[in-house]
């Protein structure tokens, strides 16, 4: 395959968005940096408040699940396609839809940076990010979030929320689970993301995506944010 080494990066969809052109630049600059450190990004970007706002007039329109789900999975390639305008020429112009699709990008000789959103129903962008690692053999996934890791329970809605260093996927599967959290729907990470990250050994490191340098941080192995181990 290639010979660049693959990372994957995912990018909440509060990050990229129409409104902020100037972080979305700033995310170019952090991507070519670590795109030129001999990483060969593969960056998936999320859908945001457009998405929502979209799939919430959508189901007052009285639009089905799947058809509100491919609606945001349109935005996220949205958001994608300003991200790859900003990478200037550095990223490859097409955006994946499939795995097929992503497949077919990861063989290119010239070895450009991917960038895409959403795949299909059902499936949140995190699952496409572990997805994205598995099909390229990536053993890392550098989730760019709104907090500055994984906590025990939701950090916007308890004072007394405590930050891990270092989680395995099991015990986060643990306080996914646990109703206390859920109230608040303090979920990173959907089954399916869980499940591939586990079985392809997959590490994942959560940082706080406000500053986009953090992703830079990650990719030079700075233990920032909260490392989750398969």
Known sequence: MGRMTPIVIKISGSFIQP???ELIKSYAEAIIDV???????????????VARNYITAGRNLGINEAL?????????RLNARL???????????????TVS???KAYEDPSE??????????????????AIAAEVSGSFLIINATKVDGVYDKDPKLYKDAKLFR???VEELKKILTDK??????????????????????IKVRVVNGANPENIVRAAKGESIGTLITP
């Open 166 to 168: 270092e989680i395995s």
């Open 112 to 129: 450009r940076i991917i960038v895409m959103g959403g795949l299909q129903p059902g499936q949140s962008t995190n699952a496409v990010s």
């Open 35 to 49: 795109y030129s450190t001999g990483y060969r990004p593969i960056v998936i970007v999320g859908g945001g408040k």
């Open 83 to 97: 991200l790859i305008h900003a990478l200037e020429g550095r990223a490859m112009t097409t955006i994946p839809e």
């Open 101 to 103: 699709d992503l497949l």
């Open 19 to 21: 409104d902020n052109p």
């Open 180 to 201: 206390s959290a859920m109230a608040g729907r303090y979920e990173l990470f959907d089954p399916p993301s869980l499940t591939i990250i586990s079985r392809s050994r």
């Open 68 to 76: 509100l789900d491919l609606i945001g999975i349109q935005v996220t």
